[in-house]
């Protein structure tokens, strides 16, 4: 009897709830009466500020404190305007005030890419064959936070292979509650060598040593509205014209059969992101929605060319503090896509990433991958700093450690239409599987680096791959 009578009194007191060192009761009402920000040299205090889910004023229960900085501190992370984020509170206890402080230390905004790029469009397929005139080399200048408003502005160009200049412009917020954004972009490119179709599960190239096979030009503006915190929806209007070589059309009628096209596309991407960081996520989830119509009929010559449905479903569970679980669903369904010219979708290319497929391009209509993983933090996130670097923009360093195993399966609705040119081994199924294990370096400026062994159970087949960004 005295357990319980001890039972019964511990359920029906408040709970007390701590922020800091201070204890408060569950019913106390914590009052918002300062935000403080250093460490923004070049970000606007605005742009910060949107990102935080309280303001000055905001009263919130003392057991959603936590909580609320919590999701705070997520949102600047995942503006990857920042290395590290640092939220103090100070609490005045006989007022129930709160106030925050916000310690930043910005990244470098104006930074140089140079890259080497495959016409595989990834170097585990171009390592099997190390053809040197599939290599391009991009270099591409960045300005993450033009103006300190977090507006974006990319000027690329590739030479090599891929020979191509395109400029992007993206602004956040044009209004004055901060949810509406504007976006344009342009890019022009002229190639010696293209792809034609798939040969034996491979890209089948062809290539003309005088004249250009394919130029292409596009353009192309946006809407960006974020009316929550983690919900954004994009709307994009593009023009598109390409024109080819009369070989061509030859070679593969069913990749086109005109010399030249020319097609307006409407893309639109519902996304809700609760990932804890996009780059490495280890908690929340993700899911988005893509339609993209290619073709309105409105241009000279211009047909409903395809409509295509994608989304992405994906979770992320912290079991303990060093072991994590994510998966994912990756769906894919193109209407008209048998009659579509020079457009298509492949199982193993970079937007349809299935483990261990890396080599493989198996074309299709329809596609729905499943990944799986479970992994380890062998080494917890660490802080050091490069005594040679002056600024802690660069000297300050974090890097954590993660050891994975991983199951992929996948259905696929093959597409042999558009690819006349397949010589190919009869597949099993229309069901692949994969799996394997790997090792994940994560580090600052959003870097990962994935090192993987994988079997392919398809095409009976090991692997040992390498990937620059994250699998889920």
Known sequence: MPFILLFLALINTPFAYGIGEVQFSENDSIRISEIAISGNRRTQNQIILRELEFNVGDSFLASDIEIILKKSRENLINTSLFNFIDIVKDVDTSSLMLKIQVNLIERWYILPYFAIKSAEENINSWWGQKNIEHLSLA????????????EELILKTNIGYDRSLGLTYSIPY???????GVM????????????????????????????????????GAGILWRPLFRTTQQLNLEYHNASFLDEVLDLNPNLVSTRKISYLRIYSKL????????????????????ITQTGL?????????QSSFETNVRFYQAISKRLFWASGMHGVIAKNASKTEYFGQEIGNYNNEMRAFENYRIPFTEAFISKNNFKIQVIPKKVKKIPFLKTETFSLIHYAVYLNAFFDLAYVKPDWQRNPLLNRRALKSNFFYSSGVGLDVVTYYDMVFRF?????????SWGFFVHLRTSI
């Open 139 to 150: 270099m591409t200048v960045v300005d993450n936070n033009f103006r300190g408003m977090r």
């Open 174 to 180: 044009v209004n004055k509650q901060k949810t509406l």
């Open 184 to 219: 344009i972009n342009t890019e022009y490119g002229a190639y010696k060598e293209m792809i034609l179709g798939i040969e034996d599960y491979a890209y089948c190239f062809f290539r003309s040593p005088e004249n250009l096979v394919l130029t292409k030009y596009s353009a």
């Open 271 to 290: 996304k809700i992101d609760h990932r804890n960081n996009k780059a490495y996520p280890t908690e929340g989830s993700y899911v988005d929605l893509i």
């Open 297 to 305: 009929g409105l241009l000279s010559g211009e047909k409903n060319m």
């Open 452 to 460: 993987e062994c994988s079997r392919n159970f398809e095409f009976n």
